[in-house]
């Protein structure tokens, strides 16, 4: 009778071990999957902020080509054929090239129509025989990285 008892114990200990086990297990699992995610998440958090460091450099990037447009508009053509401007040119189309690398695209605007999203109006002229909210100007272009707008168009629109 007291061998019959003992294996009786032993049945419920071993019971208890292998539901202590599989709680353990379930446990582990679970905490294996939450460093997962936490990894996961981690590398887009620093993605993100890889991207938003890259962001602030090429805002102080865009003024320099800015600037590069605004002289570049103010040459004559024969000046346009000098050697020093060709140069001088040249720059500009490199820091181009080189945004475009980075991923940044500028954003079209002309003969379109007005979108916040990705334009700002910075002055509303009158046209009456063109239709209201189409853009007419570009005063600054506008700037996209990755996709999403860093620096919309300064535009001119017809009321």
Known sequence: MEKELNFEELKKELEKCEKKRDEYLAGW?????DFINYKKGEIERVGELMKFAATGLILKVLPILDNFDLAEKNLSEDSKKEESIKGFLQIKTQIKDFLEEQGIDEISC????????????????????????IIIEEIQKGYKFQGRVIRPNKVKVIK
């Open 29 to 33: 699992k679970r905490a294996r999957a």
């Open 110 to 133: 002309l003969e379109e129509k007005f979108d916040p999203n990705f334009h700002e109006a910075v002055e509303e002229v009158e046209m009456k025989d063109k239709e209201s909210g």
